[in-house]
């Protein structure tokens, strides 16, 4: 039992970070460059402070497909270089001089893509925005780029290419996403640099989610996303030619059509690799689907839990199962051999300062395998947004803090500094020793697999960083997830057999983002 005032009886201790992880690369003012390549270009996805109280390893796991999506549509007679600033390989290339700069620009690291766009448009190249934020915040953006996509990617880059040889660039382009998702070419991973993610095999096979959540990004004025879903042949192809034994889906929520997951797991089946993605719990209605994905691989869930108060989730607009059943539905992805990693929002209305010790607790007790928490933010655009500013609670407008690791309103229940103090604290004491032992599977066999992994993500920054510097992080990992995957084989073919859930054989690659 963790006492309800626990987490504010006393001081944490500070988290170690290097500096190369909070600050982006120094760009040259005076820096002298040679001539414009005009059929170069260049896709960025820019630097952005990370966060001491996590795992250093989520932002190495699989890249995002904001850039790879649309740099699949490039005309052939175009080269594409591929830069992550977060691979702390050094600032973005510029000889050649890059004739068009592409630029995925969210809030918490715009400032960076503004600071990059005018360091290359003041040497010639043309500078090309898109993403969440430019959708949120089109005017703030404007200024600092040549030309804002607004919306899809796919749809807008080859036309903006177009226009830029014809020298006919116009200032906006909107797309919507009512196409059909089936007709996108496979994201080019082939950009991606191999070594430095545990997986380059980021999938995506749906676009949208049943729900609407206020706090969501995807409730954002003027952004419609129609559920749309890729073919599953598409998505099993996309696995096999990326030749990584594991993919992570980056869907927003893989489970929103069950009749479409129970397809997708059928053709996943005969890969015999393994996968995780981010599913709302209420899949767990279905456990025949439970069954099917583990036979197809699936080896991780990342749950939105969000809150373990119907309250908090009634105001959300969360369509979700009630809180008091949570527990035996974890029970059922553990049943299936699924680890969960349970994600939390702090800082809702009803929550009191308790909420973090017994958020805690609860994890401990149902033995999730990892969590994830985020302190409540409310993006601009946003109806959660909206409702903040009415109440006069948001604090100040530094989107970079706008991290879910920063409180930017005035919590009700709380001072700010009390739910960024509960933030650390539930971290710390989620990767402490006792935590981590308290968490153990049940099996003795899969203990020492547990216990590996648990202190390889959740103990180990100084290893992560040092992996990241040297582009091993693919290397080191491998042997890990290979031997995941045979044990999961293994735990399958005995599943196949029996009508019911069989012992779990412990997984070691950590479900999720
Ligand atoms: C993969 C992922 C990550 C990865 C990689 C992140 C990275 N920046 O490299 C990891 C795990 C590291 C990560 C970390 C975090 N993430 Co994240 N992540 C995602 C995820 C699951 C997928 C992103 C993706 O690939 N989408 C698919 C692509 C195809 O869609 P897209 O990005 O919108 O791109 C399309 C268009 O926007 C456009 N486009 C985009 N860029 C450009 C550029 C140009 C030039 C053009 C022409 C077009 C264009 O074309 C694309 C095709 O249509 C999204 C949720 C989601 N499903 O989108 C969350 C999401 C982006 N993450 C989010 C958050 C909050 C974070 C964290 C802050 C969480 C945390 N506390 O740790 C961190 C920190 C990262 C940060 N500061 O930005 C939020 C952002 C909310 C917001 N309003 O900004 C999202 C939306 C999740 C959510 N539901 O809230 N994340
Ligand atoms: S269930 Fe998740 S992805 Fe869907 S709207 Fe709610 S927060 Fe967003």
Known sequence: ?????????????????????????????????????????????????????????????????????FAATTPEHWRVEYWDENLLDGRPPFRPMPGVVGITVHLTFARRAFELADWYRARGAKVVFGGLHVLSCPDECAPHADALALGDGVQLWPRILGDIEANTLQSRYLATYENDYREDPSPRRSLLPRRS????????????????????????????????????????????????PYAVFIDNNLGSRRDYLHSLCAALRPLNKIWSAAVTIDVTDDPGLIRNMALAGCTGVFVGFESL????????????????????????????????????VLGFDHDRKDVFARTAEWIEENRLECA??????????????????????????????????????????????????????????????????????????????????????????????????????????????????????????????????????????????
Request: with cysteine; net charge positive; charged share 20%.
């Open 1 to 69: 039992m963790i006492a309800p005032d626990e987490p504010f009886l006393g001081s944490l201790s500070k988290r170690w970070i290097p500096r190369e992880m909070i600050t982006p690369p120094a760009l040259d003012r005076k820096q002298q460059v040679g001539p414009v390549e005009p059929h170069y270009a260049l896709l960025i996805n820019p630097f952005y402070s990370k966060d001491a109280n996590a795992s250093f390893g989520k932002h190495v796991l699989t890249p995002s497909l904001a850039l790879t999506s």
């Open 197 to 244: 993610f545990l997986t380059t095999t980021s999938l995506i096979a749906t676009r949208g989610c049943h729900n609407r959540c206020g706090f969501c990004y995807l409730a954002t004025d003027g952004l419609r996303i129609p559920y749309r879903m890729r073919h599953p042949r598409q998505v099993v192809e996309e696995f096999k030619a990326d030749d990584q």
């Open 309 to 344: 108060s119907d309250d908090n989730l009634a105001d959300s607009h969360k369509k979700t199962p009630k809180t008091s059943d949570y527990a035996r539905r974890v029970r059922i992805l553990h049943d299936y051999g699924i680890q969960v990693n349970g994600s939390f």
């Open 372 to 513: 994830t928490f985020h302190i409540l933010t409310p993006y601009p655009a946003t109806p959660l947004f909206r409702q903040m500013e009415a109440q006069e609670r948001i604090l100040h407008r530094d989107w970079a803090l706008y991290d879910t690791g920063h409180a930017v309103f005035q919590p009700k229940h709380m001072t700010a500094e009390e739910l960024e103090h509960g933030y650390a604290w539930i971290y710390q004491r989620l990767f402490s020793h006792a935590s981590i032992w308290q968490r153990r599977p049940d099996e003795w066999q899969a203990i020492p697999l547990y216990l590996a992994m648990s202190y390889l993500y959740k103990r180990s920054n100084r290893f992560w960083h040092w992996l990241i510097k040297h582009d091993l992080v693919n290397p080191v990992w491998k042997p890990l997830v290979e031997m995941t995957r045979w044990r999961h084989l293994r735990y399958r073919r005995g599943l196949a057999q029996h009508a019911s859930p069989v012992a779990a054989a412990g997984q070691v690659v950590s479900a999720g983002v």
